[in-house]
């Protein structure tokens, strides 16, 4: 089980630099950004096919020595040239409407869940982000924003079931599914079932990245979420 142990030091989530983001907006000013997405979900068309509709800017918070960094990113918009639909390809390090990068989600999630003792403050004061400059900006990462994120993961359920199914097709005699039902969160961490489910869905779905990276040497972002929705 050494995926879980990976993910149990949540320390291996590399963050993207500013560097990083700003090349991905270069090769999207370029046309070298191809789509990398799922076909058309309308027409079934092939995404080889679409065409580039439009860009837009959006805002990354990088933290740097934990002070964040705004940086702008240009994400590439396709068009489906049978049915019109516009479909918003998202790099690597995106998610859909959030503004800190994928990489620093999965990381704080993972250190929340995976850890039985951890609180939503602990977890944030253990690596302060923002604070020392804007002591109160709403850049700065803060419970809330932690408990949004954790709901957040924990309602991506297509996301999870397509890469379940996806690992058992590959490995039918994988632990995976074993595992999965054992991951469980303490009690004083919830006070709703709503809850509750939310927080076990965000865990699975740290341990479905894992085992996908390890079985698959992939992510589950963005291609596999982009074709579940984000869902
Ligand atoms: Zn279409």
């Given at each position: 089980m050494q995926y879980t142990q990976k993910l149990k030091t949540g320390n291996d989530f590399s963050y993207p630099s500013i560097k990083d983001i700003e090349n991905y907006s270069k090769n999207v000013r370029k046309g070298?950004?191809?789509?990398?997405i799922p076909k058309c979900p309308v027409c079934n068309i092939s995404s080889e096919e679409f065409k580039r509709h439009d860009v837009r800017e959006r805002q990354f918070f990088i933290p740097v020595n934990q002070i964040i960094q705004i940086v702008f990113c240009l994400l590439l918009r396709w068009r489906c040239?049978?049915?019109?639909k516009r479909i918003l390809q998202y790099p690597d390090f995106a998610l859909p409407?959030?503004?800190?990068?994928l990489q620093t989600v999965l990381d704080f999630c993972a250190r929340y869940v995976e850890n039985d003792q951890s609180t939503y403050k602990s977890v944030i004061l253990e690596d302060v982000i923002g604070?020392?400059?804007?002591?109160?900006?709403?850049r700065q990462i803060d419970r809330s924003t932690l408990w949004r994120w954790v709901g957040t993961l924990g309602r991506l359920k297509n996301l999870s079931q397509t890469a379940h199914r996806l690992l058992l097709e590959f490995s039918p005699a994988s632990f995976v599914s074993r595992h999965l039902a054992t991951l469980a969160v303490p009690?004083?961490?919830?006070?709703?079932a709503v809850r509750k489910k939310l927080l076990i869905g965000c865990r699975k779905l740290l341990h479905l990245e894992a085992a996908y990276q390890q079985y698959f040497a992939a992510s589950l972002f963005p291609n596999l979420a982009t074709a579940s929705g984000f869902s």
């Open positions: 070298k950004v191809t789509p990398t040239p049978a049915c019109n409407y959030k503004r800190y990068t604070y020392q400059e804007y002591p109160n900006d709403y009690a004083r961490k919830y006070a709703t």
